[in-house]
């Protein structure tokens, strides 16, 4: 199976955005692009939940591509935390410049409701997995602290406001899931500081930072987090509302992309 080097065929990369739960759509996927199923390159995953595609989608940009990963796969799905180090090194060892996540998550403030969009600027892993369990030697002993990349943050940011599109800023913690949080888990989350619960994205985040690539990420808030204003979260609800604020993330997006170098 090929590579994505081999897929890249000499052009080099430029930034890589995983688009989670119901966000495919913000690869707005043009008739340049090439498209390539996970399946078909090397160490990328293979994906079995709904709302996810499982393809790449490579599209020019000066002398390099942006690559849109379309769907990721979960710690929930395996057991495996490390789902992604596959496709998370490959960016990496093809020199991408930047990895920006987005998920879908729900919040735990009022202040945050259901289709807003937030900066992850720190999380919370009280799942008791870690991608970096069983590598050995002293890199797995990945630093944390600003582990969301300040000029990736602030390029967002700007990104937003340029769009208009109103952008929170806040704290995630991850739930291994697949079942969803309990009113209980959620009212412990909120005390210790989480404004976002979701299933993904925090593995992630340490395997970039492990494989040294800048990293960022964005949360779509799909709904309350559970027994907060009424809220008691599906599978359904998710998909739905992200399609909905899709939208807003392509703005931020493709602006981000058009001013990047
Ligand atoms: N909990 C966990 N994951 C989620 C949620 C939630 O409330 N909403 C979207 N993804």
Same mark, same amino acid.
Request: with cysteine; hydrophobic share 45%.
């Given at each position: 199976? *090929?590579?994505? /080097? &081999? @897929?890249?065929?000499?052009? *080099?990369?430029?930034?890589?955005?995983?688009?989670?739960?119901g966000?495919?759509?913000?690869a707005? =996927?043009?008739?340049?692009? %090439?498209?390539?199923?996970?399946?078909?390159?090397?160490?990328?995953?293979?994906?079995?939940?709904?709302? @996810? #595609?499982?393809?790449?989608?490579?599209?020019?940009?000066?002398?390099?591509?942006d690559?849109?990963?379309?769907?990721?796969?979960?710690?929930?799905? /395996?057991?495996?935390?490390a789902?992604? /180090?596959?496709? +998370? $090194?490959?960016?990496?060892?093809?020199?991408?410049?930047?990895?920006?996540l987005?998920?879908?998550a729900?919040?735990?403030?009022? @202040?945050?409701?259901? $289709?807003?969009?937030?900066?992850i600027?720190?999380? +919370?892993?009280f799942?008791?997995?870690?991608?970096?369990?069983?590598?050995?030697?002293d %890199?797995?002993?990945?630093?944390?602290? &600003?582990?969301?990349? #300040?000029?990736?943050?602030?390029?967002?940011?700007? #990104?937003?406001?340029? !769009?208009q599109?109103?952008?929170?800023?806040?704290?995630?913690?991850?739930?291994?899931?697949p079942?969803?949080?309990?009113?209980?888990?959620?009212?412990?989350?909120?005390?210790?500081?989480?404004?976002l619960?979701?299933?993904? !994205?925090?593995?992630? =985040? +340490?395997l #970039?930072?492990?494989?040294?690539?800048?990293?960022a990420?964005?949360?779509?808030?799909?709904?309350?987090?559970?027994?907060l204003?009424?809220g008691n979260?599906?599978? &359904?609800? !998710?998909?739905?509302?992200?399609?909905?604020a899709?939208?807003?993330? !392509?703005? =931020?997006?493709?602006?981000?992309?058009?001013?990047?170098?």
């Amino acid at each position: 199976m *090929k590579s994505l /080097k &081999d @897929h890249l065929g000499g052009t *080099k990369l430029r930034h890589a955005i995983v688009l989670g739960t119901g966000l495919s759509r913000v690869a707005q =996927v043009q008739a340049d692009d %090439r498209i390539i199923p996970y399946a078909e390159i090397a160490d990328f995953p293979l994906l079995h939940v709904s709302g @996810h #595609a499982g393809q790449l989608v490579l599209r020019r940009h000066g002398d390099g591509y942006d690559a849109f990963l379309l769907g990721r796969a979960h710690a929930y799905e /395996k057991g495996d935390a490390a789902a992604m /180090k596959g496709a +998370i $090194g490959a960016l990496a060892q093809c020199g991408a410049q930047s990895l920006i996540l987005t998920c879908a998550a729900g919040s735990t403030r009022a @202040h945050i409701p259901p $289709g807003s969009i937030v900066q992850i600027e720190d999380h +919370i892993n009280f799942s008791g997995l870690n991608p970096l369990i069983g590598e050995t030697g002293d %890199r797995r002993f990945v630093p944390m602290v &600003d582990a969301y990349d #300040a000029g990736l943050r602030h390029a967002l940011k700007q #990104a937003a406001q340029a !769009t208009q599109i109103d952008m929170h800023s806040g704290v995630y913690m991850w739930f291994s899931g697949p079942s969803f949080e309990t009113p209980a888990e959620i009212r412990m989350a909120q005390k210790i500081g989480a404004d976002l619960v979701g299933m993904s !994205t925090v593995p992630e =985040v +340490i395997l #970039a930072r492990f494989f040294g690539l800048p990293v960022a990420a964005l949360a779509i808030v799909t709904n309350f987090a559970a027994g907060l204003a009424g809220g008691n979260p599906t599978h &359904d609800e !998710t998909k739905r509302v992200a399609e909905q604020a899709a939208d807003d993330v !392509t703005r =931020v997006l493709s602006h981000f992309l058009a001013q990047a170098s």
